[in-house]
Every structure is written in structure tokens, then in C-alpha cells.
T-cell receptor, first 110, second 116 residues
Framework: DAKTTQPPSMDCAEGRAANLPCNHS???????VYWYRQIHSQGPQYIIH???NNETNEMASLIITEDRKSSTLILPHATLRDTAVYYC???????????FGTGTSLTVIP | DAGVIQSPRHEVTEMGQEVTLRCKPI?????LFWYRQTMMRGLELLIY????????DSGMPEDRFSAKMPNASFSTLKIQPSEPRDSAVYFC??????????????FGEGSRLTVL
């Protein structure tokens, strides 16, 4: 039941900002946007989440459009260790199921 | 802090054999999730527990799969009998009540199962 659309792959130069887009045009008013990433051979790792306001933490920033139909995850200074598959997920806050979809494979290039 | 611990990391078995995967959640976490990841289907939720009680097992593929959580620090996922199509990476994740609704699940490193 993937409710998000992401590009299958992206490249980013090391040290530059990586901007990963996500389309969630059918998002409901009570659904949050979550981002996870999965580095090769590891389990997924929580990055950030938001409802309608932009959010920032030590890992990334999340920019959500005013109509909430799309969002962008920003890694401000990408490093080689940020090479991973990034998943954008929407779900209600009281739900316990995450549908990960296929994500965006980000490659950070030296 | 110890994270979610899964064992074995790798398992190779023959079709028809019983497979048991184990998970130790982070201490203090009261939610535990079992996921399966394949190239074809991506990450799928199989079952999750709250306070050791199974809440939703609708993702369990069939009766060959069973999961238990006898106490707050241990869970098993059993496949009997195993089939080649069960080959996948199985992840366990845990979370706390005050974090699960914010989406912060902590995943283990997974158990890679190969059924020949």
C-alpha cells in the first residue's frame, strides 16, 4: 500500500547537499511523513518525520510543501557514508505499520 | 547502548527443515516488529507485538510461519517447514510506546535466510 513515489536512484557529490524528493499527493490530514534509510547489509534507520512544518535534526532537514503533497529530505553535506536507500513513508501517527516501498538509492560520489 | 540483537546473522538450510530466528529487543522497549525483505517485495511487516502480545499478524504469509514473544527480552520467528521462497533477510525492530507513534523504530542487522 505504498502511498509515496520516489525516484529510483540519485547521485550526489560528496560535500554537497543531497535533496531527495518524495511525492505523496494522496496524503490525509492525519498522516505524517517519515524518512528512513538503509545502508547496505544493515537494518533501516530512522531519520526524521513531520506533519506539516519543516523539521530539522542532527541528521537531516525535512521540507514539506504547504499543500503537503510532496516533501524533500535534505542531507546538508553528503558524505560517502550517506550512500544508502532512502525510504519516504506516510502513515497515521497511531498506526504501527510502515510500508517502505522501493525508496531512492542515493550514491554519494567522491 | 546495545541495539536490537538478532541471531543467527546467516542461515543456510534445506527445504523442509525448521528454521528459528531470534531477536532480543532493546531493553525497555515494549513494541517488537518482524519484517521480511526480498528484492521482489521489499520490506514487509509480518507481525508485531505490544507488551509481548501479538497485535497484528496479518502479514504472516501462511501457517508455516509462527512468532512468539515469551517475555519482554526475547522473540522468535519460526518457519516449519521451510521452502526456497522463504529465502530473504528477516529484520526485527523494537520501539517504545512514546516513540512508536513518532515512527522511531530501531532495527537489528537482520538474519539472512537461504533455503536450498
Amino acid at each position: 500500500d505504498a502511498k509515496t513515489t520516489q525516484p529510483p536512484s540519485m547521485d550526489c557529490a560528496e560535500g554537497r547537499a543531497a535533496n531527495l524528493p518524495c511525492n505523496h499527493s494522496t496524503i490525509s490530514g492525519n498522516e505524517y511523513v517519515y524518512w528512513y534509510r538503509q545502508i547496505h547489509s544493515q537494518g533501516p534507520q530512522y531519520i526524521i518525520h513531520g506533519l506539516k512544518n519543516n523539521e530539522t535534526n542532527e541528521m537531516a532537514s525535512l521540507i514539506i510543501t504547504e499543500d503537503r503533497k510532496s516533501s524533500t529530505l535534505i542531507l546538508p553535506h553528503a558524505t560517502l557514508r550517506d550512500t544508502a536507500v532512502y525510504y519516504c513513508i506516510v502513515r497515521v501517527a497511531t498506526g504501527n505499520q510502515f510500508y517502505f516501498g522501493t525508496g531512492t538509492s542515493l550514491t554519494v560520489i567522491p | 547502548d546495545a541495539g536490537v540483537i538478532q541471531s543467527p546473522r546467516h542461515e543456510v538450510t534445506e527445504m523442509g527443515q525448521e528454521v528459528t530466528l531470534r531477536c532480543k529487543p532493546i531493553s525497555g522497549h515494549d513494541y517488537l516488529f518482524w519484517y521480511r525483505q526480498t528484492m521482489m517485495r521489499g520490506l514487509e511487516l509480518l507481525i508485531y507485538f505490544n507488551n509481548n502480545v501479538p497485535i497484528d499478524d496479518s502479514g504472516m504469509p501462511e501457517d508455516r510461519f509462527s512468532a512468539k514473544m515469551p517475555n519482554a527480552s526475547f522473540s522468535t520467528l519460526k518457519i516449519q517447514p521451510s521452502e526456497p521462497r522463504d529465502s530473504a533477510v528477516y529484520f526485527c525492530a523494537s520501539s517504545r510506546s512514546d516513540r512508536v507513534h513518532t515512527g522511531e523504530l530501531f532495527f537489528g542487522e537482520g538474519s539472512r535466510l537461504t533455503v536450498l
